[in-house]
């Protein structure tokens, strides 16, 4: 059967010879795009986090042939070595990682994260479900689907805050629009 | 997993009457699949079939099987008319899952039982006849009410609960037509065919979730587990309270991670209904919720965790309001 992805802005078809190849392994081996990582492949890790139609999934718990004509940003559409995403500079700042197995989904994980809250969503820590504030427990919470094996949370909430002060002021800039695109598409 | 049919449905009677299995979020179904505790020879895609809006319904909602979780908990209506709901999905799984599973999926989500997920183990649910792992084995996570001889597992859900407190209604088409189903009664009691999850019948399939009018009152949802997040409860409340003059009404409370169903329990809301909140009122509720309970061995501390967890929610949502 054959599956049309847009991934990272490239329309691509695939040739798949049988539907239990999840997203995640349609990205990794038949599309060569090995930045997202395969932790658990249950749902349990977040390291595999993908932006499908604007929104953050685990690409581990779906079946590519589900995709048929949808758009995917992976962590290689989030910024490159020459052109890094303000997350990804934050990350190194901050040195947001130990063995950087888990970076990729808690990137992916918070670009998305950010235009969430943009969007008014609340957290079960909104208490009144209104719109949030980005405190580091906001954070915390809505990045406890990226579990870090080597514990660096402090360093990725100081990234993700760094980074946030610096997309939230420019409304529309990276990554906050390309996200606001692939939604509307 | 094992090999199967992929089919993508246009509309929802191509996914009604079919002996094919409804695929959503593919959350846990696919979970379960990679395990081959679930084996299905075809899935039918339902994510292209509409049903994914929430309107209303007269002074409640509608909310489509397809509606994804993260979106029913943001929703502007149900944030500011049904709290509880928005509460009690934030309360679950992950961001990244809950803009994946589906309010239909979510219903239908299996038990978290580690002997249901290893084949190597005995289970009555995933192979009938086979016996229980659970009872006299590890079953820390496992029911205190209602449980039977055959199955003592729990339903793992949240959104459930709330919607159970909330007299939500399950609606469902199968080839014989339409029917309502409370969401008191969705999920049942494993019996000695624990097998069975729920009441939908087989090639029937949830179309939507109807909200009655709002209640009104406080709404709160506390769920006590092992981390703060990313965790199922073992223990989880769901509680609406309305004061006036100083006296509880529209009391409604579901419980979570204690029974094969949210557990519902009318004789301790109107224990509550029409009093002044004390703590003593809460504790005599709390021994109507608890009337029967019984402990495995490891889910003992659910008993005394469950009648603290409803005090001290009790004691929240009563607390300065008049
Ligand atoms: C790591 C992890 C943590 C989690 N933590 C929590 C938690 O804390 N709280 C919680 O509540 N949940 C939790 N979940 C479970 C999650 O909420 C469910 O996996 C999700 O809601 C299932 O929805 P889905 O659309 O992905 O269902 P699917 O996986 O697509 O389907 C699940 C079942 O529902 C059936 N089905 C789907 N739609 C319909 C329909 N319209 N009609 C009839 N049958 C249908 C399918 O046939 C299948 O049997 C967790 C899951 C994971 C993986
Ligand atoms: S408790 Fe139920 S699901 Fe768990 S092993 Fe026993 S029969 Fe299976
Ligand atoms: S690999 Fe997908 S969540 Fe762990
Ligand atoms: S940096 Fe090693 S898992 Fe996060």
């Not at chain 1, 660096?152 to 760094?162: E, G, T």
């Not at chain 2, 449980?147 to 919607?163: F, K, L, N, Q, W």
């Not at chain 2, 509550?272 to 709390?286: I, S």
């Amino acid at each position: 059967m054959d599956v049309t992805l847009t991934v990272n802005g490239a329309q691509q078809t695939l040739q798949l010879d049988d539907p239990r190849v999840s997203l995640l392994d349609a990205l990794r081996q038949r599309l060569d795009l090995t930045g997202t990582k395969k932790g658990c492949d249950h749902g349990q890790c977040g390291a595999c986090t993908v932006i499908v139609n604007g929104r953050r999934i685990n690409s581990c718990l779906t079946l590519a042939v589900m995709h048929d004509g949808d758009e995917i940003t992976t962590i290689e559409g989030i910024g490159t070595p020459d052109n890094l995403a303000p997350l990804q500079r934050a990350f190194i700042k901050h040195d947001g990682f130990q063995c950087g197995y888990c970076t990729p989904g808690q990137i992916v994980s918070a670009t998305a994260m950010l235009e969430e809250l943009r969007q008014g969503w609340p957290s079960q820590l909104t208490g009144d479900l209104g719109a949030a504030d980005l405190t580091d427990e906001e954070i915390r919470e809505r990045m406890s689907g990226n579990i870090c094996r080597c514990s660096c949370y402090p360093n990725i909430v100081d990234a993700i805050r760094d980074a946030a002060g610096e997309t939230g002021s420019q409304a529309g800039g990276q990554p906050g629009a390309r996200l606001a695109a692939e939604g509307a598409a | 997993m094992r090999q199967f049919d992929y089919s993508r449905a246009a509309s929802p009677a191509d996914a009604i009457g079919t002996d094919a299995r409804i695929i959503a979020g593919g959350t846990n179904l696919l979970d379960l699949m990679k395990l081959q505790v679930e084996t299905p020879d075809r899935l039918i895609d339902v994510n292209h079939v509409g049903l994914d809006r929430i309107e209303r319904d007269g002074d409640g909602v509608r909310i489509g099987a397809l509606v994804r979780n993260a979106d029913c908990a943001a929703d502007e209506t149900v944030r500011r008319d049904w709290p509880l709901l928005s509460h009690a999905i934030l309360a679950g799984a992950s961001p990244q899952l809950r803009n994946r599973a589906s309010t239909g999926g979510n219903l239908m989500q299996r038990t978290r039982c580690y002997y249901f997920y290893d084949l190597d183990a005995p289970c009555n649910k995933r192979e009938p006849g086979s016996g229980c792992g659970a009872i006299g084995g590890i079953n820390r996570i496992h029911a205190i009410l209602g449980a039977s001889e055959s199955c003592i597992a729990t339903y793992p859900g949240d959104m459930a609960v709330a919607m159970s407190a909330l007299d939500a209604v399950v609606e469902v088409e199968g080839p014989n037509g339409r029917r309502d189903i409370p969401a008191t009664e969705f999920h049942r009691l494993p019996g000695d065919t624990p097998e069975r999850d729920n009441t939908l019948e087989p090639g029937e399939m949830i179309l939507s979730v109807r909200l009655p009018a709002p209640l009104g009152g406080r709404h709160i949802y506390r769920k006590v587990r092992d981390r703060r997040s990313y965790a199922f409860a073992l223990v989880s409340v769901a509680a609406v309270v309305a004061m006036d003059g100083g006296r509880m009404s529209n009391v409604r409370l579901a419980f979570g991670g204690v029974a094969h169903k949210p557990w519902r329990v009318p004789e301790a809301e109107a224990l509550l209904e029409g009093q002044a909140p004390a703590p003593d009122l809460f504790d005599r509720a709390a021994e109507a919720v608890l009337d029967g309970a019984r402990g495995q061995g490891h889910n003992d501390f659910k008993i005394p965790l469950l009648r603290r967890t409803l005090s001290a929610v009790l004691a929240e949502a009563t607390e300065g309001a008049e």
